[in-house]
Structure formats: C-alpha cells, structure tokens
C-alpha cells in the first residue's frame, strides 16, 4: 500500500512518514511538499535507516504521486502571523487546503483511495473535503480528536501511575476549545476510574485542562507537536491498510447519531477497509451529550461563515512567502463562531 504525505517536508508530516516507516505495515512512502528540498531531505533521512527497519519504498515527489495513492494524507498548513486574527488565518488555510485538494484531484485520486486531513482547521476542512472531494464520504477522515485522546490518556496514566496501554477514556467532538472528556465511559484496565484512590474531581478538571492545552504548550517549548501526531496518523493509516476495524476517535461526516448532521466532528469509528465502516453512539451523560452537540453548533456556524466567504468571492489574506507547515495538530484549531461583523474584505499589503 501506497501512502502520500502532502506537506511531507515538514514537522508533521515527516513524523508521521517517520512513524509508518517504524510500523513496517505500508510499502511505499512518498512525501511532496512545496519546499521540494525539505521533502528530498526528510526522505533521504528516512532511507538511511531503512535497511534498519523494513523493507519499504521511500520517496520525494510532486503531486503526480497522488495518481498511485491509496491513501493521501495531508498536513500543510499555515502558522498564525502575529496580530492576525483567528478568522484570517481560518480563512487563509481555508484557501490552501482548498487549493491543494485541486490539485489532488488534478493529478488523478483514484476512486478507492482514502483522504485523511490532518491540517486545521481540521473538522472544517474534513468537511470542505467530504463535499468536495468526490470521494464517499466514508473514505474523508479527519484526524480529529485521535491525538486529543492520546494525550488525556497518557496524562491520566501519568497523574494515577498506572500503565498508559491500560488507560480507556476518549475526547469527542471538536478538536478545539469545544472538545468534550468522556468521563463516564473511561477505564484503566476495565475498572472505573472511582476505583483509584488518587482520582478526584480535581484530577479530572487538571487533566483536561492539561489535554486542552498541550498543544499550545509544545509550541512554546519546541515549536509544535512531533511524535505522538505521528503516531496518531499511523493508527489512522494501519487501521485502514490492515483492516483492523479499530474503533478511533476520528472526524468524520455526522447524519444524525447524537442530533448532529451535516457536521464533521469526532465521534467513535469503526476505520477500517472502506474507511469509516460505523459510527457508534454511546450512552452518554447528559452534560456529555449537550457538550458534542454544542461542538456541533461552534462548527456548523464556523463553516457556515467559510461557505458564504467561498461563495461571495472574498479574498482571504494574502499567503506572502510563508511557507506552509505541518502544525495542523499540533495545536488543537480554536474554532469559534465570528461575528458576522467581522467579514470585511482584505486588501493585500505588500
């Protein structure tokens, strides 16, 4: 199996082509990237060590790698600049994912391929790609909350001192300010968390606390998120080619489970061969429930605003010379609705 990593050339994206090469599960690895040298040299690097680790094709190309891909994984996306607002660089990434789908699409997506988005605003763009790719909408997965749930886990497995492997629990919903901890369900090794004398109340609200904002941490220490992205887009990736059927926490299109549709946002699915075989609905608490459907509500008005710009022929802020990076989830996307207000033009300043 084929897998091609747009934005391959950048923090995210090699980590991820790292961790699938560490996986030894997929054959061939193709990274492409505006910035052609970085993608080279992330894919040399990776070559080094293939004789270490499994015997798989690594590659750097252009977008005519797609035309062979089973599964298209794209992360580039856009830093926010600073005095820019939230809904500029909403806007601008928006533009790019947009413009990279195009030429996605271009170079030939087979039928039976998968998408997965990565880049953030990722539930706004996974639906921008479910509506535009012309793929089933089974076959667009957004990253969603996957990483959100690796992190709460580990940190709860560290706050309790139990095994990280042994932690259950999940963050649904946005991946964002609106995310939603599903207490009511998680275990560690099958007992509920009130069986550990160190959990508390307290606990709870420091954990997520911590899980909320992890992303922002590590961008103040070493300038993004790296291994656990990776490793979260290889659970994604394996689960597909291996047809695992593990269920993930994963955004896809909603239709009516939990009240929502015509929304993408993460909720327990079954991934698999075909992609998102079943989405499955939990008994959740009520505040649990009215949390995934405000989610709902933050990304259905956020995507409502996008879809009126798109189609009024607004221009979003000028790209300049930035260079797209692979921070998409690396800082979970504060999606909020704007005031409509707030939709000016923008003229470009050079």
């Given at each position: 199996?084929k897998?091609?990593?747009?934005?391959?050339?950048?923090?995210?994206?090699?980590?991820?082509?790292?961790?699938?090469?560490?996986?030894?599960?997929?054959?061939?690895?193709?990274?492409?990237?505006?910035?052609?040298?970085?993608?080279?040299?992330?894919?040399?690097?990776?070559?080094?060590?293939?004789?270490?680790?499994?015997?798989?094709?690594?590659?750097?190309?252009?977008?005519?790698e797609v035309?062979?891909?089973?599964?298209?994984?794209?992360?580039?996306?856009l830093?926010?600049?600073?005095?820019?607002?939230?809904?500029?660089?909403?806007?601008?990434?928006?533009?790019?994912?947009l413009?990279?789908?195009?030429?996605?699409?271009?170079?030939?997506?087979?039928?039976?391929?998968?998408?997965?988005?990565?880049?953030?605003?990722?539930?706004?763009?996974?639906?921008?790609?479910?509506?535009?790719?012309?793929?089933?909408?089974?076959?667009?997965?957004?990253?969603?909350?996957?990483?959100?749930?690796a992190r709460?886990?580990?940190?709860?497995?560290?706050?309790?001192?139990?095994?990280?492997?042994?932690?259950?629990?999940?963050?649904?919903?946005?991946h964002?300010?609106?995310?939603?901890?599903i207490?009511?369900?998680?275990?560690?090794?099958?007992?509920?968390?009130?069986?550990?004398?160190?959990?508390?109340?307290?606990v709870?609200?420091?954990?997520?606390?911590?899980?909320?904002?992890?992303?922002?941490?590590?961008?103040?220490?070493?300038?993004?998120?790296?291994?656990?992205?990776?490793?979260?887009?290889?659970?994604?990736?394996?689960?597909?080619?291996?047809?695992?059927r593990?269920?993930?926490?994963?955004?896809?299109?909603?239709?009516?489970?939990?009240?929502?549709?015509?929304?993408?946002?993460?909720?327990?699915t079954?991934?698999?061969?075909?992609?998102a075989?079943?989405?499955?609905?939990?008994?959740?608490t009520?505040?649990?429930?009215?949390?995934?459907?405000?989610?709902?509500?933050?990304?259905?008005?956020?995507?409502?605003?996008?879809?009126?710009?798109?189609?009024?022929g607004?221009?979003?802020?000028?790209?300049?010379?930035?260079?797209?990076?692979?921070?998409?989830?690396?800082?979970?996307?504060?999606?909020?609705?704007?005031p409509?207000?707030?939709?000016?033009?923008?003229?470009?300043k050079?």
């Amino acid at each position: 199996m084929k897998v091609s990593i747009i934005g391959g050339g950048g923090l995210v994206g090699s980590m991820a082509a790292y961790a699938l090469q560490c996986g030894q599960v997929v054959s061939h690895i193709a990274l492409v990237d505006v910035n052609k040298d970085a993608a080279k040299g992330q894919a040399v690097d990776l070559l080094h060590g293939a004789s270490l680790v499994a015997d798989q094709r690594i590659t750097a190309g252009d977008m005519d790698e797609v035309a062979t891909s089973n599964i298209v994984v794209i992360t580039a996306g856009l830093r926010r600049k600073p005095d820019e607002s939230r809904l500029d660089l909403i806007n601008r990434n928006v533009d790019l994912f947009l413009n990279l789908l195009d030429q996605v699409k271009a170079a030939g997506l087979k039928e039976n391929a998968y998408l997965i988005v990565v880049s953030n605003p990722v539930d706004v763009l996974t639906y921008l790609a479910t509506k535009r790719s012309g793929l089933p909408w089974q076959r667009v997965i957004g990253l969603g909350t996957q990483l959100d749930t690796a992190r709460f886990r580990s940190y709860l497995a560290k706050r309790l001192q139990v095994p990280p492997t042994q932690v259950q629990a999940l963050i649904l919903g946005e991946h964002g300010d609106s995310m939603v901890p599903i207490w009511s369900s998680a275990t560690i090794a099958g007992l509920p968390l009130e069986q550990w004398l160190d959990f508390s109340p307290n606990v709870q609200r420091e954990v997520f606390e911590e899980t909320k904002t992890a992303g922002a941490t590590l961008i103040k220490l070493k300038g993004g998120s790296g291994f656990a992205v990776g490793l979260s887009i290889r659970e994604v990736v394996h689960s597909i080619a291996l047809d695992s059927r593990k269920i993930l926490p994963v955004s896809t299109l909603q239709q009516g489970l939990y009240g929502i549709r015509d929304v993408c946002l993460s909720v327990p699915t079954v991934v698999g061969c075909g992609g998102a075989r079943q989405q499955i609905e939990l008994a959740l608490t009520p505040k649990e429930r009215m949390g995934l459907q405000n989610s709902a509500r933050v990304l259905r008005e956020t995507i409502d605003q996008v879809e009126e710009r798109l189609a009024s022929g607004k221009p979003s802020p000028p790209v300049s010379n930035q260079t797209p990076q692979a921070i998409a989830s690396s800082e979970p996307s504060k999606v909020r609705p704007i005031p409509r207000s707030a939709w000016q033009p923008v003229t470009a300043k050079r």
